[in-house]
């Protein structure tokens, strides 16, 4: 299944398969756009407001993209039927959920000085960002999202 973009209904001249964005690229820019997006807020966190709250937020960038990268591998890996594709995704979601806790424990107990605030920041801005590039791709301003098979 890959979703097109089309410029209102059907707006001739229009090549739909320029706009083609497959699952799997939704997931990649899911993934990437909250790496690149924490990066680059890392970056002119650590001009502007230091070094601790800079690593704190990049932390926090990690914890949120480090499991979704998971769940992207053993979604986009698996087999093409129900039930292996239900299993991966069951999987997925319990692995996401420990390496969550598992990185946040590690986090809070082993790295000091750390700025709390900055590390639920950049984790809450890297799930927004995930959620803002899976909305957007299947619905672009006054663009509607048409899926074929």
Same mark, same amino acid.
């Given at each position: 299944?890959? %979703?097109?973009? #089309? ?14 964005? #497959?699952?799997?690229?939704?997931? *990649?820019?899911?993934? &990437?756009?909250? !790496? ?10 650590? %001009?502007?407001?230091? *070094? ?5 937020? &990049?932390?926090?960038? &990690?914890?949120?993209? !480090?499991?979704?990268?998971? &769940?992207?591998? *053993? ?18 979601? %319990?692995?996401?959920? !420990? %390496? #969550? ?10 790295? *000091? ?11 809450? #801005? !890297? ?23």
């Amino acid at each position: 299944m890959a %979703i097109f973009l #089309t410029a209102g209904n059907g707006v001739q001249g229009i090549n739909e398969s320029l706009f083609l964005l #497959t699952p799997e690229w939704q997931v *990649r820019l899911a993934v &990437l756009g909250q !790496a690149g997006l924490g990066l680059g807020l890392g970056a002119v966190l650590a %001009i502007f407001q230091g *070094r601790v709250v800079a690593v704190s937020w &990049l932390l926090g960038i &990690l914890v949120a993209v !480090a499991p979704n990268a998971f &769940l992207a591998a *053993r979604l986009l890996g698996a087999r093409a039927d129900a039930k292996a594709l239900l299993r991966a995704a069951w999987v997925g979601e %319990i692995g996401k959920f !420990a %390496i #969550t806790v598992v990185l946040f424990a590690v986090i809070f107990a082993s790295v *000091r000085p750390l700025s709390a605030l900055a590390v639920f920041g950049g984790f809450i #801005t !890297a799930q927004m960002t995930a959620i803002g590039v899976l909305a957007y791709s299947g619905w672009v301003g006054n663009e509607q999202a048409v899926t074929k098979n």
